[in-house]
């Protein structure tokens, strides 16, 4: 698709469990970017990649949480241990280079529920 | 470190009449700005941005947003509001294009 896409759309999990969210960004784009949206609050930033660079991980929350990028393709967002307050939305974004953009172009997110 | 401050964490406003979301940013350095729109139960979607040039940016929706770089505002107006704009709206600031920082966004409520 021409979009950024986020699998799965909905993950209700147990506390305690791991989980882990993918995302397939726009084609060619090489920077991919995780944000993390509580109830009723904006977006935060939690990890960034750019190419082969080492990514960006200054908004992880906990050692709970990685992610991993292949290339300037999919990325996955790993839970370990889940909290109840893990629970939000969780929204990858990926940004092209060409011309300088600077736009983020997000996918649907990821509603995660931690029982 | 950059932050975004929107005044008003709801905005209610009748159909047909004008909005003003407001939207203030700290940074050291230059920034770019972005307004992004989200509808109950969908992603965010990009409005507008300002990176650079006439201070008054317009975007989709018959929405603009004006940059003054003396007073760190980038409030977002449109003139006359539809019910369909009834959505959250978050302003966001990025110091050379890389990450966002996020407002906590306004919601606004079109009433007929």
């Known amino acids: 698709g021409a979009g950024v896409s986020q699998s799965p759309s909905n993950k209700v999990t147990e506390k305690g469990k791991d989980v882990e969210l993918r995302c397939d960004p726009i084609?060619?784009?090489?920077?991919l970017y995780w944000y993390r949206q509580r109830l009723g609050q904006g977006l935060e930033f939690l990890i960034y990649?750019?190419?082969?660079?080492?990514?960006?991980k200054s908004g992880l929350p906990s050692d709970r949480f990685s992610a991993e990028r292949t290339g300037e393709s999919v990325s996955t967002l790993t839970i370990q241990r889940t909290q109840q307050e893990d629970s939000a939305v969780y929204l990858c974004?990926?940004?092209?280079?060409?011309?300088?953009?600077?736009?983020?172009?997000f996918g649907p997110g990821t509603r995660l529920l931690v029982l | 470190a950059q932050s975004v401050t929107q005044l008003d964490s709801q905005v209610p406003v009748f159909e047909e009449a004008p909005v003003e979301l407001r939207c203030n940013y700290s940074?050291?350095?230059?920034?770019?700005l972005f307004w992004y729109v989200q509808y109950p139960n969908q992603g965010l979607q990009l409005l507008l941005k300002?990176?650079?040039?006439?201070?008054l940016v317009k975007g989709i929706n018959g929405f603009e947003a004006e940059f003054n770089k003396s007073q760190t505002s980038f409030h977002l107006r449109k003139p006359s509001v539809h019910i369909s704009d009834t959505a959250e709206y978050f302003c966001?600031?990025?110091?050379?294009?890389?990450?966002?920082?996020f407002g906590a966004g306004t919601i606004l409520r079109v009433k007929s």
């Open positions: 974004a990926s940004r092209g280079d060409i011309g300088g953009a600077k736009t983020q172009y």
């Open positions: 084609s060619g784009h090489t920077a």
């Open positions: 990649f750019q190419g082969n660079s080492a990514p960006d």
């Open positions: 940074s050291s350095v230059s920034v770019y």
């Open positions: 300002y990176l650079s040039g006439s201070t």
């Open positions: 966001a600031v990025s110091e050379n294009g890389n990450k966002l920082v």
